[in-house]
């Protein structure tokens, strides 16, 4: 038998035959070029640094996520919800405006992290160009299926109309509004024709992140998660607390590397961050508070636990000052917090007897700013 050929392929960089990176094609394995340089990497417009060569590590705060999420893995099914159950079912536990609350912040959360994690999958992934920053975004994904989970395994476990919450994104006008807000930045980058590279198209993307780690991880959220510590600092429903308490220190650390990669851009392409896109990015920001203080008015009609829409207003603009500093904005409120007990909600270093629930001690990675 006569010996194999193995032809050697022909390395081209033409556009026909691109590097690993190019998100328009198929990869093309470049055999017997260089090695990679790691300076050439950058999380948007590096392909020449080749995708698939994790080894060695630009972005170290992309791979100190990937840990800290590794580390702080959880199941929804592992906290029990049986003082829930009990609870939801007595008629004089819960009063209607606190069942209100409730199915309001559900019907936000249930499909919140869906949207986070398709535009993780379908618009975002494909353009980086960092492979420690695609290990982690791999991670993200998963863990907004895990919230997701647990959405339906409280609406599950308190025999709500499941029905009726996971729709109330199309029904309820409050939620309606936020989530269309945050899905329209998706315009155009879910187009398969969009490509970073441009000025314009890198203002774009930096734009999608920026609404997506600032105003719907940052703000959105957190006036919710609020909303659930309230339930536990009065012992109630402290099953959906505890799985909200868990979501809450995910989605932080999500919203710090979405704020590291915002960060990180602008030093690799500092073009981008023009006084018009700060002002730009400012003016979305207040039409979040707004949004977000409307949602706000329609969870808390009368008021819960001495929580109204009002002293939500505040923390809100809290919130959103702090989210603008992060990214080298001046501050527009100077709201201070009215909710300093948030500080105890978001600390989950802590033990708890393995028999009640699973061991909590958490690592300190992801350390929580709200």
């Not at 398709?118 to 980086?128: D, E, Q, R, S, T």
């Not at 109630?236 to 220190?249: D, F, N, P, T, W």
Request: aromatic share 12%; hydrophobic share 40%.
């Amino acid at each position: 038998m006569p010996p194999l050929n193995n032809p050697q392929p022909t390395v081209s960089t033409s556009a026909a035959n691109p590097p690993f990176g190019d998100p328009g094609h198929r990869p093309i394995i470049q055999r017997g070029a260089g090695r990679v340089d790691v300076n050439d990497r950058k999380i948007i417009n590096g392909g020449g640094a080749d995708v698939v060569q994790l080894w060695p590590i630009k972005h170290k705060f992309a791979w100190d996520a990937y840990n800290v999420g590794n580390a702080n893995h959880w199941l929804p099914t592992e906290i029990s919800m049986q003082s829930d159950i009990e609870q939801w079912r007595s008629p004089s536990v819960l009063t209607a405006d606190e069942r209100h609350a409730l199915r309001m912040v559900l019907g936000f959360f249930t499909t919140a992290d869906s949207i986070a994690a398709n535009n993780l999958v379908l618009a975002f992934y494909k353009h980086i160009t960092s492979p420690e920053t695609r290990l982690y975004l791999l991670r993200q994904a998963y863990e907004e299926a895990i919230h997701t989970q647990a959405y339906q395994y409280i609406v599950e476990s308190l025999g709500l109309d499941g029905t009726e919450i996971f729709n109330m994104y199309r029904e309820v006008d409050a939620i309606y509004n936020k989530e269309e807000f945050v899905l329209s930045f998706n315009e155009g980058i879910f187009d398969p024709h969009f490509k970073t590279g441009t000025f314009e198209s890198d203002q774009k993307f930096l734009e999608n992140i920026c609404v997506f780690s600032l105003i719907l991880e940052g703000i959105f959220f957190y006036s919710s998660f609020a909303v659930m510590f309230g339930f536990q600092r009065q012992n109630k429903l402290v099953g959906s607390a505890e799985q909200i308490q868990y979501i809450m220190r995910d989605e932080s650390n999500h919203m710090n590397f979405g704020i590291d990669m915002i960060n990180t851009i602008k030093e690799e392409q500092p073009e981008l961050w023009t006084p018009q896109f700060v002002e730009r990015i400012t003016n979305l920001v207040k039409k979040a508070v707004v949004l977000e203080y409307q949602f706000a008015v329609d969870v808390f009609p009368k008021g819960i636990f001495g929580l109204n829409a009002d002293g939500f207003k505040q923390y809100i603009e809290h919130i959103a000052d702090r989210r603008l500093a992060r990214v080298g904005i001046n501050p527009i409120y100077g709201s201070a917090n009215p909710f300093p007990w948030m500080s105890e909600a978001v600390d989950l270093s802590k033990e708890k007897n393995f028999f009640e629930t699973r061991v909590t001690e958490y690592k300190t990675g992801g350390t929580l700013d709200w």
